[in-house]
């Protein structure tokens, strides 16, 4: 098959996968909800303690963690998207068709990038009426977001090879948070790094969500020593992730299916 229909297949699926998500609001409401609550309790709860000089300048360190946090999370639906269609035998209609193996992966993470898009935007404009503030500019700042969903869609593969392998919805909700919430809290999303026991540092400085938050930190406040080295690094872990994982979760797919 040419790449040219590879192309077109791929984004039929991302169009399939779209709309189920815009059919589903309490999909989109709850992935909504669950990052707006922890900006909330993180910024009034921690951001006096965390800071010390109150909750308003704190949201400028949080939102940038908040941001990556959230396309953490949301890349874990591409996991439970891919083994619900294999229970529900979605998958196995998609390979009665003449369409390209690789374009059910790909239209699904694709497909999931748009809905962290739809997110990220949602909580960006929580945090302005928070007190963010885009101190480089809103081109900048498009750059940052852009990053944050490079990411996004780098770790959905991570997730589907996950899908693939487990096949259960619910477990694969379970096992994708096992991993991903010692990134999330192992980092410097909510803390400086300099905060942590010398051993943990180590892990912490070096992975690659404290380099994505650090990045859309230094592209939105500046103040981030060797910042532009933030955004090399993060766009190094996300392509080293993607060629690691993408091919995985094709391999994944054809004994899957």
């Known amino acids: 098959m040419s790449s040219m229909h590879g192309m077109s297949d791929t984004l039929q699926i991302v169009k399939r996968n779209v709309k189920r998500n815009f059919r589903i609001p309490q999909l989109l409401v709850f992935s909504s909800i669950q990052p707006i609550v922890f900006l909330l309790l993180f910024n009034f709860v921690f951001g006096g303690a965390v800071r010390g000089t109150g909750s308003e300048k704190y949201i400028n360190f949080l939102l940038p963690g908040i941001l990556a946090q959230t396309a953490l999370f949301g890349a874990i639906q591409t996991g ?21 193996r690789y374009a059910v992966l790909a239209g699904r993470t694709f497909a999931d990038t748009v809905r962290n898009i739809f997110v990220i935007i949602l909580m960006s404009s929580v945090g302005a009426l928070l007190g963010f503030r885009f101190h480089y500019g809103i081109g900048k700042f498009i750059l940052a977001i852009c990053l944050v969903l490079f990411f996004a869609y780098a770790v959905s593969w991570v997730s589907a090879n996950l899908g693939l392998l487990v096949k ?7 096992a994708g948070f096992l991993w991903v919430f010692p990134l ?14 010398h051993w943990l540092q180590i892990f912490a400085r070096n992975q690659p969500v404290t380099q994505v ?11 981030v020593v060797s910042g532009s080295s933030y955004v090399w690094h993060s766009l190094a872990w996300s392509l080293c992730i993607i060629l690691i994982f993408a091919p995985l979760a094709v391999w994944q797919y054809k004994k899957a299916v």
Not at 80 to 100: F, N, Q
Not at 184 to 197: E, G, I
Not at 213 to 223: C, E, K, M, Y
């Open 184 to 197: 999330v809290f192992a980092s410097s999303v909510f803390v400086p790094v300099q905060t942590m026991p």
């Open 168 to 174: 259960d919805s619910e477990t694969v909700q379970v």
């Open 213 to 223: 938050v650090n990045a859309v930190r230094h592209l939105t406040q500046g103040g």
């Open 80 to 100: 439970v998207g891919l083994a619900e269609d294999l229970t529900k035998g979605v998958i196995d209609r998609l390979r009665s068709l003449p369409i390209a």
